[in-house]
């Protein structure tokens, strides 16, 4: 579908997006990088970038980052509009999609009399949606959510395109941020554990016993090691 749809420009945006990512310290460092470049590359008006919680067959979006989108109606989605959303639908969520419109779910001349566009969307300016579902193995990590107007077109197959090639990198990225704060919440935990032991220093080894994460401590205590060693 790239090869069809998108182009080599195409092509170094998503590269960019990714290298941007990678550079970011944090998951919420990742998801406001991530949204000030889609801004550009995808000409949104408004953007948000959801964490996606809890295992089947409940789940929540939590940790939200948004662009031209306030708390308040952020708060309103997640209490109440949330379970109207055609896009956030448990078939779609937990399936192999990775990337799809607002155009590909609902019937428009049916969809603009409802409660979820007039009462949420329309108050917000937003007519056209593409979501982007970050996914490891079909289990939801996060989603991407990107809103343009009225006055605007419609998300085309060449945007589709430049999403559907880009999930695959913003999943691997998320994957390590999350797996680096997950290693630097467990040290942290260690080392509050550890205050009362006589000796301070902090080592994690992976399955393979290799160093995750060494403390400060822990290098000193090793250097000291090797230079007794000699």
Excluded at 95 to 111: G, H
Excluded at 164 to 189: D, F, Q, R, W
């Amino acid at each position: 579908m790239f090869e069809k749809d998108a182009s080599l420009p195409d092509l170094l945006e998503v590269l960019n997006v990714a290298r941007a990512g990678l550079e970011s310290k944090s998951v919420d460092e990742l998801q406001r990088v991530v949204l000030r470049y889609f801004e550009r590359v995808f000409q949104c008006s408004n953007s948000s970038y959801f964490l996606i919680e809890n295992p089947p067959p409940q789940f929540s979006l939590e940790r939200v980052v948004t662009r031209g989108i306030t708390q308040e109606w952020v708060r309103l989605y997640q209490q109440h509009y949330q379970k109207q959303d055609p896009l956030v639908r448990r078939p779609i969520v937990f399936s192999d999609i990775t990337v799809i419109t607002l155009e590909e779910v609902v019937s428009f001349n049916k969809f603009l009399k409802s409660e979820y566009y007039n009462d949420f969307l329309k108050p917000q300016s937003i007519r056209h949606i593409l979501t982007m579902f970050l996914k490891s193995d079909r289990q939801p990590l996060g989603a991407v959510g990107l809103f343009r107007p009225s006055y605007a077109s419609s998300f085309t197959a060449r945007d589709k395109a430049k999403a559907e090639l880009i999930v695959p990198y913003l999943v691997g990225i998320l994957e390590e941020k999350m797996l680096s704060n997950h290693i630097m919440h467990c040290a942290k935990v260690f080392e509050s554990v550890a205050l009362g032991w006589p000796h301070k220093g902090i080592m994690l080894l992976n399955d393979s016993l290799e160093p995750i994460y060494v403390s400060d401590e822990a290098h000193v205590l090793m250097n000291s090691l090797c230079r007794k060693e000699h």
